[in-house]
């Protein structure tokens, strides 16, 4: 199973709803990362976490929180989120100890109204 | 971080080679040139990565220069769902963790 799952695949929050989106994988990686893509740009680095620590930590803003409960899974919480934040949120993972590329997920592509 | 500079657009004819260069001028000695691909609303793919020497592998080859001041990807024989957006990465770690800082990319168009 080479597969990085994201759900929902789609969300539209109001600005004062709490929403969270899911990432999981079943490869074995420890090393698991948020990116927020914006229309026609690149992606961008938002938190990294390594064996279920968060290593790196982009300056987000703190109404997006990032969560990794196991090794498997990373949720990234929501919370009184702008316009602005619309976008196609990616989830990766990458193996630490054997080296190796990221792979990611499809996105869930995020609208706040 | 090194930046990399990538042309914004490039067309290919179907069954030709693409040739996607790169400059990364600033690289350091250890860090790596990786190459992600993305196809519409879809997440990154790898394709294929370098230090110094030459590389190949099933998707494509990556030719480093001797300065590794620039880099080519070279699709040997494009098709249509090679069409996408290519990014030249240089991979930097940051804390012993993989930091992937994306440029803006070439959009590859394949032309039938």
């Known amino acids: 199973d080479t597969e990085v799952t994201q759900t929902p695949k789609h969300l539209v929050m109001g600005m004062t709803n709490k929403k969270s989106l899911k990432c999981e994988q079943h490869m074995g990686h420890r090393a698991m990362y948020w990116y927020k893509q914006k229309a026609k740009k690149p992606p961008e680095l938002m938190f990294v976490y390594s064996y279920e620590k968060l290593s790196i930590n982009e300056s987000v803003p703190s109404r997006f929180s990032p969560e990794c409960p196991n090794s498997s899974l990373l949720n990234l919480h929501l919370h009184a989120l702008q316009p602005e934040d619309s976008a196609l949120y990616l989830c990766?993972?990458?193996?630490?100890?054997?080296?190796?590329?990221?792979?990611f997920g499809p996105g869930t592509r995020l609208t706040v109204t | 971080d090194a930046k990399t500079t990538q042309p914004t657009s490039m067309d290919c004819a179907e069954g030709r080679a693409a040739n996607l260069p790169c400059n990364h001028s600033t690289i350091s000695g250890n860090e790596y040139v990786y190459w992600y691909r993305q196809i519409h609303s879809q997440g990154p793919q790898y394709i294929i990565h370098g230090l110094k020497n030459n590389e190949t592998n099933e998707m494509a080859s990556l030719i480093i220069t001797e300065d590794r001041k620039s880099s080519t990807l070279i699709l040997p024989h494009a098709t249509l769902r090679d069409t996408a957006v290519y990014y030249c990465i240089v991979r930097v770690l940051l804390f012993g963790n993989e930091k992937l800082t994306f440029g803006t990319g070439t959009r590859l168009t394949i032309i039938p």
């Open positions: 990766a993972s990458r193996p630490i100890l054997q080296g190796g590329e990221q792979y």
